[in-house]
């Protein structure tokens, strides 16, 4: 019955117009930002240098095996990553509250489905869609940046200097940072969900997901140290940010980065923790309420 | 008997209103069983809870002698339902719709099978068109079909014959009637079209301000050899005068601003009227109204409301 019920849930999913309107804008940013690069990328790259050539010399051919599809995916990945919140919050905050609205949500719990099960299958389904956001996301910004730039070593820039990572040790670094995305945004869903539960239309949930994502956005980086101990390590916003952890390695005493190696993969896991603990409590409360609730609409 | 309804003391208080108050009645199985009452008097609160859509603050509900919220999902296996307006998804077809809420019900039908059902309620030639492209009259037959598509033991139908054309209303007073008497299946019917009950409903309750007024087989509820006529003159007051003077004031019903409402027995209409037209007062109208309708509202409040619209 589950796998039937999360069908049905695609099957409204993917049928519907506006679904595609994410996979439309994704396409949309990715393919403006690889036309930029591709056109004008010298200015834009000797622009995000400026800070670090004080201490350090970069010649022509450097910066032309800088400028490859690894890290043009970098900067996609930067830019996205912090937009798809909305992305998939049109989704999930649709989730209850837009079955709510059309009434169709009351004609599907008169059939034999208990509201637990009603819930999984529409969260797992919002998962899914996150999941195919994602897997476009990477078709088009890591493997289509790889098709018209070319691959090389990585550069990763850091406020401490940059980082070389051979191209070898590259691709897996990307399937855990999508994997870590996916779980990001997935938090993201688990509280639009909430907010879907308590509203009658899909209006609400959206704009309470994104003004909660945008607040905490803000107070996570915002550089005051009273907010650093007290509030920041408890916002999932200052988590989700840590899949750009794949892409700080380790060096050895020479200076040379280690392949497979990752700086602080603890701090990754924490923050994956954090996250997980996140869709697990606002996705529990979002069934709780729904199963107290009358159906009125 | 088997009882396949059976709700006792069933009470819902929403904060400071109590929609449903201390409500019990019983449904027999094949029973075509009407719920009546007007707007707001708990009806599709009652559904709701019937469904399980709705938890009752006090009370049971029994449904093939389960406790309804004990066993939730087996019961709904055998209930189909409508309630109030069937909004379906209006970006699939109406065959999808379908499909989709069969699926929900533990049914899965092959194509040829769900139209058959979709040529049931008469929509099999629209079954690829979209829902948003539909009539309301048709939603309102694609809402009958998901309700009976995977062939349930008890159908709850909420207003079912809302937006239908007087074609369409017939269809599915044929349907209710064809369900209940050569299926066997027992449906509950609520409706606000108090004639519709009555051709259909073989026992009926009367529900007002949440609270029962009457329950019983229509044939006991009311006489079907009487019926109320509405008399109009160009002087109703010395029209209900001289009938007085006449000795036949026993007929008159009530005294409205428009018109005087007159219980008779059908057999004596064409010699009261005789009688009536002889009193010399110009009769602008004569004629039987629906005799059901009267009797409801003369349980319910609306009688007030008529009474404070008179006046």
Excluded at chain 2, 67 to 83: D, H, S, T, W, Y
Aim: aromatic fraction near 10%.
């Amino acid at each position: 019955m589950f796998w039937q019920l999360l069908t049905i849930e695609l099957k409204k999913i993917f049928k519907r117009p506006r679904t595609y309107i994410a996979f439309g804008a994704i396409l949309v940013i990715v393919f403006l930002i690889q036309i930029a690069i591709k056109y004008d990328g010298k200015s834009y790259f000797d622009l995000l240098l400026n800070n670090l050539s004080g201490s350090f010399e970069f010649d022509d051919d450097f910066k032309h095996k800088f400028i490859n599809g690894y890290l043009i995916c970098f900067v996609i990945l930067n830019t996205l990553l912090i937009q798809m919140p909305l992305l998939v919050a049109l989704v999930a905050g649709d989730a209850i509250a837009g079955e709510a609205n059309m009434g169709t949500l009351r004609l599907s719990l008169t059939k034999p489905v208990s509201r637990t099960e009603y819930m999984i299958v529409k969260f797992v389904a919002s998962f899914i869609y996150t999941i195919a956001l994602l897997v476009l996301m990477a078709i088009f910004a890591l493997l289509g940046s790889m098709f018209i730039f070319g691959t090389n070593d990585m550069v990763v820039l850091r406020s401490e200097g940059i980082e070389l990572i051979k191209q070898s040790d590259v691709l897996w670094r990307y399937l855990a940072a999508f994997g870590y995305a996916a779980i990001a945004l997935t938090t993201v869903s688990a509280i639009a969900f909430l907010f879907s539960v308590l509203a009658e239309n899909s209006i609400g949930p959206i704009i309470a997901t994104m003004s909660i994502v945008l607040v905490f956005t803000i107070l996570s980086q915002m550089n005051i140290p009273f907010y650093d101990d007290t509030i920041k390590p408890y916002l999932f916003t200052t988590h989700t940010v840590a899949w750009k952890g794949f892409f700080y390695v380790k060096a050895d005493a020479s200076g040379t980065t280690i392949n497979g190696s990752i700086e602080n993969l603890p701090a990754i896991m924490r923050s994956l923790g954090i996250l997980v603990m996140y869709i697990f409590v606002f996705f529990g409360i979002a069934t709780w309420i729904f199963n107290k609730k009358d159906i009125l609409t | 008997m088997e009882k396949i309804i059976r709700v006792k003391n069933l009470t819902k208080d929403f904060k400071e209103l109590r929609a449903v108050d201390n409500l019990s009645f019983e449904v027999t199985k094949g029973q075509v069983y009407g719920f009546l009452g007007q707007n707001g008097a708990g009806k599709s609160t009652t559904i709701r809870m019937l469904l399980s859509l709705i938890k009752p603050t006090a009370g049971s509900i029994e449904i093939f002698g389960l406790n309804l919220f004990q066993n939730r999902k087996e019961i709904l296996r055998q209930v189909g339902a409508i309630i109030e307006k069937p909004d379906l998804y209006k970006y699939l077809s109406v065959l999808e719709n379908l499909k989709i809420f069969a699926a929900m019900s533990g049914k899965r039908l092959s194509t040829p099978k769900l139209l058959e059902q979709l040529a049931v309620v008469g929509l099999a030639d629209r079954a690829h068109s979209k829902v948003k492209t539909c009539s309301q009259g048709m939603k309102q037959r694609l809402g009958i079909a998901t309700a009976l598509v995977h062939n349930p033991q008890l159908i709850l139908l909420d207003e079912p014959t809302n937006g239908l054309d007087p074609q369409g209303i017939v269809d599915i007073r044929k349907l209710i009637i064809r369900l209940s008497k050569e299926l066997q299946k027992t449906v509950l019917i609520s409706s606000h079209q108090l004639n519709e009950v009555e051709l259909i409903a073989d026992a009926m309750i009367i529900i007002d301000k949440g609270k029962k007024v009457m329950e019983g087989k229509v044939s006991e509820l009311f006489d079907p050899a009487e019926t109320v006529v509405e008399l109009k003159t160009t002087d109703d007051a010395l029209m209900i005068e001289k009938i007085k003077q006449a000795g036949w004031q026993n007929i008159i019903q009530e005294k409205r601003s428009d018109c005087i409402l007159l219980k008779l027995h059908k057999k004596d209409i064409p010699s009261i009227l005789q009688k009536l037209v002889k009193l010399d007062i110009p009769i602008l109208s004569f004629y039987s109204r629906h005799s059901l309708e009267d009797y409801f509202f003369s349980l319910t409040s609306a009688k007030h409301v008529l009474a404070a619209t008179d006046n």
